[in-house]
């Protein structure tokens, strides 16, 4: 027990149910006076995620459009199988999968207090992400459904986090999302679920392997964006003039490539480097990516607003784990503001890679009576934009759409 909490042990590592600062989303909330009454409304989904490096499971129960709640949320790092690599290796993240996936699942369904026969479908990440992993995953997902005779549902894993708020806040579309992870960085008008257009994207990497690749090049800790984060504080953001990439262009694209190569070319100009190169190098690479995310967003979100439709939808949804950044967060409050936006960002445990998420963008989709055949594939690329809603007659997710 930790502090009157339940934890569950696998292979020697503690892993953690419901943090405190989630059980008020276990309650009940008002719903949305605009809300659309859907065919299916109280559903209890298990959800699985194993796209990357977090093993995790969840039960979520939807009330109703908006109205959702977490009744278990179970994650399992492995940061430290990693941390020697500086990075995820596939083959290790897969073989953590296996350990650790079912001892995971039961420990969820134990902390809901329910059984399997009491679920209504099974939703898993069926893609982006490390295929090894995925397809882990995604067999789990396929014998309960098939031992248990449960509907499946097939979850793209950024539908996960574009729809995160809707559980957390009980927020509908439209709105306006940026989602910035490790792995994606992009600009979407989430029309409703399953139905996303795509504003931008990065050309090259994502923001949150730019926090990740300068760490590993300034010889910091893994993973790299929050050693980052902590070094800026006490850094001079003027030192170092980055490039800020993209700004001014009407496409609201995002390149960060070009960022990392001044910040490699700057460090190796003042060889060998001291504690206060470092801050002050990581303060100023840290203060050119809010300076051009901030330009991206304001792009976006003249778009937005260009469509009369949304002028009465003011929301910017900030999702992903590099939303954790407290200098980003800060920035996303000052250009909401300034545009006249209401901001959401879902809690810290909420924003990385988890299961809830999974387990409530499965309820949407099952709400709609959008399910799964038992050959649905596991997909290394899943674009969000290219998301077709599958059903029982007309199973266009069993496709592999490609990237």
């Known amino acids: 027990m930790l502090g009157g909490v339940r934890t569950v042990t696998c292979h020697g590592r503690t892993l953690m149910p419901i943090p405190p600062d989630l059980r008020k989303y276990s309650q009940a909330r008002r719903r949305p006076a605009?809300?659309?009454?859907?065919?299916?409304?109280?559903?209890?989904?298990?959800?699985?995620e194993t796209s990357c490096d977090e093993t995790a499971a969840a039960v979520v129960k939807r009330r109703g459009p908006g109205d959702g709640?977490?009744?278990?949320?179970?994650?399992?790092?492995?940061?430290?199988?990693?941390?020697?690599?500086?990075?995820?290796?596939?083959?290790?993240?897969?073989?953590?999968?296996?350990?650790?996936?079912?001892?995971?699942?039961a420990a969820a369904l134990d902390e809901a207090g329910i059984k399997f026969h009491d679920l209504d479908g099974v939703a898993v990440t069926a893609g982006p992400g490390l295929i090894g992993g995925l397809m882990v995953g995604l067999i789990s997902a396929k014998a309960i459904s098939s031992v248990h005779k449960k509907p499946l549902i097939a979850v793209n894993h950024l539908e996960g986090h574009a729809l995160t708020v809707g559980l957390t806040?009980?927020?509908?579309?439209?709105?306006?999302?940026?989602?910035?992870?490790?792995?994606?960085?992009?600009?979407?008008?989430?029309?409703?679920?399953?139905?996303?257009?795509?504003?931008?994207?990065?050309?090259?990497?994502?923001?949150?392997?730019a926090?990740?690749?300068?760490?590993?090049?300034?010889?910091?800790?893994?993973?790299?964006?929050?050693?980052?984060?902590?070094?800026?504080?006490?850094?001079?953001?003027?030192?170092?003039?980055?490039?800020?990439?993209?700004?001014?262009?009407?496409?609201?694209?995002?390149?960060?490539?070009?960022?990392k190569t001044a910040l490699r070319q700057a460090a190796q100009r003042i060889e060998p480097l001291s504690?206060?190169?470092?801050?002050?190098?990581?303060?100023?690479?840290?203060?050119?990516?809010?300076a051009t995310v901030g330009d991206r967003l304001d792009k976006a979100i003249a778009q937005y607003t260009s469509n009369n439709s949304f002028q009465e939808s003011r929301h910017l949804v900030i999702a992903g784990g590099v939303a954790a950044n407290k200098a980003l967060r800060e920035a996303f409050e000052v250009t909401a503001e300034k545009a006249g936006f209401q901001l959401h960002i879902p809690p810290p445990a909420l924003c990385t890679d988890n299961a809830a998420m999974i387990a409530w963008a499965g309820s949407e989709r099952l709400a709609r009576g959008w399910t799964d055949p038992l050959d649905v594939p596991a997909r290394a690329r899943w674009p969000l934009e290219r998301l077709t809603p599958s059903s029982t007659k007309d199973n266009h997710q069993a496709k592999d759409i490609g990237q």
């Open 34 to 48: 605009n809300q659309k009454l859907l065919e299916m409304t109280h559903l209890t989904l298990l959800g699985i």
């Open 169 to 209: 806040e009980g927020l509908e579309p439209p709105y306006l999302l940026l989602l910035i992870t490790g792995g994606h960085t992009q600009l979407l008008i989430i029309h409703a679920a399953g139905d996303y257009e795509r504003l931008g994207t990065t050309v090259d990497d994502a923001i949150g392997e």
């Open 211 to 259: 926090f990740d690749k300068t760490a590993k090049l300034l010889g910091l800790g893994y993973p790299g964006g929050p050693e980052v984060e902590l070094k800026a504080r006490d850094g001079n953001p003027d030192r170092f003039k980055f490039p800020r990439p993209m700004i001014g262009r009407e496409k609201p694209d995002f390149s960060f490539s070009g960022l």
């Open 69 to 105: 709640a977490i009744l278990a949320n179970i994650v399992r790092s492995q940061l430290e199988e990693h941390r020697d690599y500086g990075g995820v290796v596939p083959e290790i993240a897969a073989r953590a999968h296996v350990d650790c996936l079912d001892h995971i699942i």
């Open 275 to 290: 504690e206060s190169d470092i801050a002050d190098l990581c303060a100023s690479f840290e203060a050119a990516v809010i």
